[in-house]
């Protein structure tokens, strides 16, 4: 348990700001990323890098641990440090500290500041590209699915568009959920439906349908959190990973009949999404740790044609690219950090799981925040002030402050 002093007047919002300013400086980084009408030096990039992890680094220093969460801490943070190097992306090192300062910190008001700068992002790329639509409509590029036309909205992929509408408008269900109904949800359902039909992105739309339908059974059924939400968030995580780990796995040139059949059927249920991983694992193997994957461009694999190797399932991502031990230590954080969630998070952890059959970037805490949740629910436990001393507290088995502080 930790037990450390309070904030309190002026000095309770110096926490809070620190990591609020440094979570829009990490949504502005991801945003400006994706856009393709913003130019993002690599200078830039690397300051607004530096930035954060000061801001984060100082909101450490007000933070209090026991002397064996202190450890645990620093022994994961080593770990995501080692893969993000060996990965050569930065997510699972910055998503983990965002998860663990969270003491002292209102996760919801961050959240409602979150959701309103990438709304205001949203709404702007979608203005500029309904207006160059209008003035110059050569000048748009489209992708395409088969002969279906997709817009991205200026926008590096329709894909990614869809997931920070999808993600932007269920933190607002969360930020706001105690005053939400069901005439709150139909038209964020309709905004994501509107949007399907340009991006032609279904994962996005199946979520928001998913976590509609769940709301509307959580407000009207008392007996549904414990019956059904509680254990489905409680192990999904888990399964979702030991199901695409064993379909990754099994597909190879030898197996045949009935369970090629199947898995087969599996792969065109995920838009063949898990032959990529199949591939990869198959030719390059399972990493523990992280490493860069170099896959040829276009390559024949048991039967399939693969235009590129694209890894957009987040357990393949995990096991192929950022490393294995994220599949274990993810899934065992949810497995502990939901007994503390209340229904709504409960639902928001179902759909982050099979948001991440679709999806690889769900590390990414800037773009899909459940993550965050994990540091809502354990590492920001805090005990009320004790009235004790430091040396006090050290010595009763309570926190070590990292910063030594005024009480309240």
Request: charged share 15%; glycine share 6%; hydrophobic share 50%.
């Amino acid at each position: 348990m930790i037990r450390a002093r309070s904030f309190s007047g002026v000095d309770r919002r110096i926490p809070q700001n620190l990591y609020l300013a440094a979570y829009l400086l990490f949504i502005i980084k991801y945003m400006c990323e994706a856009s393709v009408i913003i130019p993002w030096q690599g200078i830039v990039d690397t300051i607004i890098i530096i930035l954060f992890m000061c801001l984060l680094a100082a909101k450490l220093a007000l933070q209090s641990y026991t002397p064996a969460q202190l450890a645990g801490f620093t022994a994961a943070a080593v770990l995501c440090v080692y893969s993000s190097i060996n990965a050569k992306f930065s997510s699972p090192m910055l998503s983990f500290f965002f998860l663990i300062t969270l003491q002292d910190v209102d996760l919801r008001r961050v959240l409602r500041a979150g959701y309103r700068l990438k709304a205001a992002f949203i709404i702007a790329h979608v203005v500029c590209y309904i207006a160059l639509m209008v003035i110059s409509p050569g000048s748009i590029t489209y992708l395409y699915r088969g002969s279906v036309e997709r817009h991205q909205f200026l926008f590096s992929h329709p894909n990614m568009f869809t997931a920070y509408v999808v993600w932007t408008c269920i933190e607002f269900i969360y930020v706001n959920y105690g005053r939400i109904r069901a005439v709150h949800l139909a038209p964020i359902l309709l905004v994501n439906i509107l949007f399907y039909i340009f991006t032609n992105s279904r994962t996005g739309l199946y979520i928001i349908i998913i976590i509609t339908v769940l709301i509307a059974i959580e407000k009207s059924s008392a007996r549904f959190s414990d019956a059904v939400l509680r254990p489905a968030s409680r192990y999904v995580f888990g399964v979702c990973s030991a199901l695409c780990y064993a379909l990754t796995v099994v597909y190879s040139p030898v197996i045949s009949g009935t369970a090629k059949d199947l898995w087969l059927k599996l792969n065109n249920l995920l838009t063949g999404r898990l032959v990529y991983g199949a591939y990869s694992y198959h030719y390059f193997g399972f990493t523990w740790l992280g490493r860069i994957l170099h896959t040829p461009a276009k390559v024949y694999y048991n039967g399939h044609w693969l235009d590129g190797v694209i890894l957009d399932n987040s357990y393949q991502w995990l096991m192929l690219v950022y490393g294995g031990v994220f599949l274990l230590l993810v899934s065992a954080a949810f497995f502990f950090a939901v007994r503390r969630m209340d229904n709504i998070e409960r639902i928001l952890v179902i759909a982050y799981a099979i948001y991440a059959l679709m999806e690889n970037y769900t590390v990414n805490a800037a773009i899909c925040f459940p993550l965050l949740l994990i540091g809502k629910s354990i590492f920001a436990r805090r005990l009320p002030d004790s009235g004790l001393s430091e040396e006090q507290e050290a010595h009763d088995g309570g926190g070590i402050p990292l910063w030594k502080r005024k009480s309240a």
